[in-house]
């Protein structure tokens, strides 16, 4: 009879390959069991081996995410909710640097791609309201506009959680945003109010402590 797996010991596991990621320790089978009170047997019942364990770990960065995503309130103002989105996905970025590298690590599977799809819906949402509104012009296309949004936060996340540059960066968020939202028809002084009240919507970053 098959033994139940105890979704504890799984998540304890993630958390410490993300812990050992953050002090820039050497992710090997014994070293990720070290102090855990689980055996090394226990990375291939719980994710069939080491590769197995970066795609949890991925499929975990997502999921943060997605959760990061779901807990921003959407209101009438559809800019300031895209720039609230796109300031949660920078946040996401900071409170979890170690899972955010591995996220993009192409060279595992995600154990469910449509998780990672359904961040950029998230953001496609939110133009599609904006464009109805008739903030932005009614050819922009909400996929391509969606991606550029993503973009933006993604390489002020990229370079602040995970690369050389400073907090006071994030601030540039504000003018690359009501660039892109104006030149896709939003009236420039309105779309900087929406910016600016959606960016500083999302909890500011708290420092990553290591897990319990």
């Known amino acids: 009879m098959a033994r139940t797996k105890d979704p504890a010991i799984r998540s304890r596991l993630i958390e410490r390959a993300a812990m050992m990621l953050r002090t820039r ?6 070293s990720l069991v070290a102090g855990t009170g689980v055996s090394t047997m226990a990375v291939y019942t719980y994710f069939g081996g080491m590769d197995g364990l970066w795609t949890a770990m991925r499929q975990e960065g997502f999921k943060h995410l997605a959760a990061r995503l779901d807990a921003v309130a959407m209101s009438t103002d559809p800019v300031r909710d895209l720039a609230a989105l796109g300031a949660a996905y920078v946040n996401n970025a900071l409170a979890a640097p170690d899972l955010y590298r591995v996220m993009f690590d192409a060279g595992f599977e995600l154990e469910d791609a449509k998780a990672a ?3 950029l819906h998230c953001l496609v949402g939110a133009v599609e309201r904006a464009r109805t509104a008739g903030r932005f012009h009614q050819d922009v296309d909400p996929l391509t506009l969606a991606t550029r949004s993503w973009v933006i936060g993604h390489g002020l996340a990229s370079l602040v959680a995970t690369g050389p540059l400073p907090h006071e ?15 896709s028809g939003d ?3 309105r779309c900087r109010r929406s910016v600016e009240l959606g960016w ?8 990553v402590t290591s897990p319990e």
Not at 200 to 207: C, K
């Open 117 to 119: 799809d359904e961040t």
């Open 25 to 30: 320790e050497p992710v090997t089978l014994r």
């Open 187 to 189: 009236v420039a002084d």
């Open 200 to 207: 500083r919507t999302s909890p500011a970053p708290h420092p």
């Open 169 to 183: 960066v994030l601030a540039q968020g504000v003018p690359m945003l009501t660039a892109l939202f104006t030149s």
